[in-house]
């Protein structure tokens, strides 16, 4: 029974962590409402697409005499605000369409509605930043995820049987490292090659901080396995790795990521 309490919390702590790294981070889109023409219009700007298309802003209208536009320009660059004007199909909703960039390219974009004469950013001052990727095959983002979900569990696992006195989470250890070296260093680049076209961003090559932050955690695990060489249980050194991996996948996800230079 006390087995699977500590597997029941090692897997809410892991959910936990890994809905929080998603939702706040910098691919996750931009949610709110606005208050134009005395009603409530709910928006969501997306912050991540593909780039084999561009991408369609669509707004529902609450009030036939709304318009709108976009402003947007490449991320990071001099390049002078493009205006779009947004279209109005016929079940009222406002629509226009940001160009695809290649992968890695962004666009900082800004959606304004306008009523007589009041305009209303939906994002406020700071524009939306959107990033472009290529498109990963389900064969292998869906192992990267289910590897990398695991890899967080095992570790959490370990981390709370190193707590108990006389435990040896040498077998946890094993596990974690196993699978995190294969979620994080063979089907993560996989990701990143398909997404970015680049294998490997991170140290020594560039800032990545995904790539640096898996790389962190797997050096904190393998330095836990050398510790406990020789079935030593070397529960400090498990508790460090398992606190070290929880602390670097608490940073949201795609923070620093691969950025297109123009």
Known sequence: ????????????????????????????????????????????????????KDY???????????TGHVLYKRFKTKDPWTQVQMKKTEDDFL???????????KLAYKVILTYKDENVPLSGENPVIIRFKGSVPNSILIPHIIFIFLAMLFSTRAGLEALKPQSNPRKLALWTTGLLFVGGMIFGPLVQQFAFGAFWTGFPFGYDLTDNKTLIALVGWIIALIAGCHGKPARKRVLGASILLLVVFLIPHSLLGSELKY
């Open 95 to 105: 629509i226009a369409y940001l160009p695809s960039e290649p992968p890695a390219g």
């Open 1 to 52: 029974m006390k087995n699977f309490i500590l597997w029941l919390l090692a897997f809410l702590i892991a959910l936990f962590t890994a809905s929080y790294q998603r939702l706040t981070g910098p691919t996750y889109p931009v949610r709110g409402k606005a208050h134009v023409a005395n009603c409530t219009i709910m928006y969501t700007l997306a912050r991540t697409h593909e780039t084999h």
């Open 56 to 66: 369609e802003i669509k707004i529902a209208a609450c009030n036939p005499e709304i």
